[in-house]
């Protein structure tokens, strides 16, 4: 028996209850003192929170463009990103370059540095993970820096800081060394307060995937071109291509193909798409947002069309999936959900990326109505069948496993095969 300072008496049991409770006490204190709550939650992202994702990210090219009000706590987060990241990032601050954060009518000269350091950060080997820590309430602005890091291959993800302050002006006006005014701060809240749609979802694959896919596409499209009994079944291809002469190069055929190699989940039209707004509001996509996913591709395949990877969803991935996916292009079948889950890697001549998506469930449906194909043998580590009309599929004997980065893509709203035939040198293609 013991005493207790609060006059209790306690057997050896009660003092462990005591104990415990005392510590639980103390713990939920604290837990919910509003610092600690903050903390965790303004550093609550995948980015930073992730392992996969701090691993991946660390070994590819992603733009972290850090978007809200002066005081908001984007510089915080920009520091917690750099300590993350460390010798991989850089931080570029509108701040450090003295862009005061106010309403312009033009971008003027003022960014003319900023700009200069963020393409010297693009071009850097050594720099993967680049933090623009910048208000972006600015629309204009905000589109030229999507097109630039498109231009440079950087993967893009759109963040405000998750501070309870973040948009109470009243808090902000003391926050910031800028002294804005109650009216400068509403002046900007109010653009910054419109939600920004891209042009669509989807899985982004980091540079070492993208290497890895597109070894296997030149490896599949040079093999298959050059077997005779693709050649024998060829005319849908010849027909398309004026330019044959007696042979298909499939490689230059599909020679459309996006800057970034993805898996799109919902195509959003910068959110003139139905559904969008409703998408980019689901728990799944707002926990998942900036996450590193490790999707499965199961086949390859090519029409006379398009060329693709059919990846395979796992229940999570399922969840980002919209419900309406397949019925969108295919509405009289009942295909399952996630069918159409596939990542582009050409286009023949005018034809619109949207379309793999499309040929991939022509396959689905054959398939589902018992339809096996021609086996045509053996070739890059895959079972090859002909299912008629010009439609190829090489089932891999192994699931490849790429590392995708589930985001947005924010850039011009053109087809992103179509854009490239008119396209800077910057942006035309860029796979092997
Ligand atoms: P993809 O995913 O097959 O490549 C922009 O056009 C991007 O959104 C492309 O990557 C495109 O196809 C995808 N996409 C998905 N659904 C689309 C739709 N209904 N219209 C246009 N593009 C769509």
Redesign the pocket.
């Given at each position: 028996m013991l005493l207790t300072p609060s006059g209790l008496l306690l057997g050896k049991r009660g003092i462990t209850r005591k104990i415990q409770s005392t510590f639980s006490t103390i713990l939920s204190s604290k837990m919910s003192s509003p610092a600690t709550k903050d903390q965790a939650e303004s550093q609550n992202f995948p980015f930073l929170m992730d392992e996969q994702t701090v691993a991946t990210l660390k070994e590819s090219k992603t733009l972290i463009i850090l978007r809200g009000l002066p005081g908001s706590g984007k510089s915080y987060l920009a520091k917690e990103i750099q300590d993350k990241y460390r010798d991989s990032t850089r931080i570029i601050s509108a701040d450090k370059h003295n862009i005061k954060p106010v309403i312009r009518t033009v971008i003027s000269k003022e960014y003319d540095d900023l700009d200069k350091a963020l393409i010297g950060s693009f071009k850097k080997r050594s720099v993967n993970v680049i933090v623009l820590d910048d208000t972006h309430h600015d629309r204009e602005r905000l589109e030229s820096v999507f097109d630039t890091a498109d231009a440079h291959n950087f993967t893009v993800i759109l963040v405000e800081p998750k501070t309870q302050w973040r948009r109470d002006c009243n808090v902000l006006k003391d926050k910031s060394h800028w002294k804005l005014s109650m009216e400068e701060l509403k002046g900007l809240r109010g653009p910054l307060e419109m939600e920004v749609l891209p042009?669509?979802f989807?899985w982004f694959l980091t540079t070492a995937s993208m290497d890895t896919l597109k070894k296997l596409r030149h490896s599949f499209l040079d093999t298959l071109g050059g077997l005779k009994v693709f050649r024998k079944r060829a005319t849908p291809f010849y027909v398309r291509d004026e330019n044959h002469k007696g042979k298909v190069d499939l490689l230059s055929y599909f020679g459309q193909k996006?800057n970034i190699m993805?898996?799109?989940t919902?195509?959003c039209?910068h959110g003139t798409?139905p559904g969008s707004k409703e998408y980019s509001q689901l728990d799944a996509v707002k926990k998942s947002y900036g996450k590193v996913f490790t999707l499965s591709i199961t086949a390859l395949f090519i029409t006379p069309e398009?060329a693709?990877a059919r990846v395979e969803l796992d229940e999570q991935q399922l969840l980002l999936w919209p419900l309406d996916a397949e019925k969108?292009?295919m509405p009289s079948d009942n295909l399952p959900k996630g069918s159409r889950a596939?990542?582009?890697l050409g286009c023949a001549k005018d034809v619109?990326?949207?379309?793999?998506?499309i040929d991939l469930l022509k396959f689905v449906q054959l398939q589902g109505k018992g339809e096996k194909g021609e086996e045509m043998g053996e070739i890059c580590g895959g079972d090859l069948r002909y299912f008629n009309n010009g439609l190829w599929m090489l089932s891999l004997a192994r699931k490849i496993e790429i590392k995708a980065l589930f985001s947005g893509?924010y850039g011009k709203s053109s087809?992103?095969?179509e854009r490239r035939k008119e396209s800077s040198p910057l942006l035309s293609c860029t796979i092997a």
């Open positions: 042009f669509y989807g996006p993805h898996c799109t919902k195509y039209n798409e398009t693709g969108e292009v596939h990542i582009t619109k990326d949207v379309q793999t998506g893509f087809s992103t095969c």
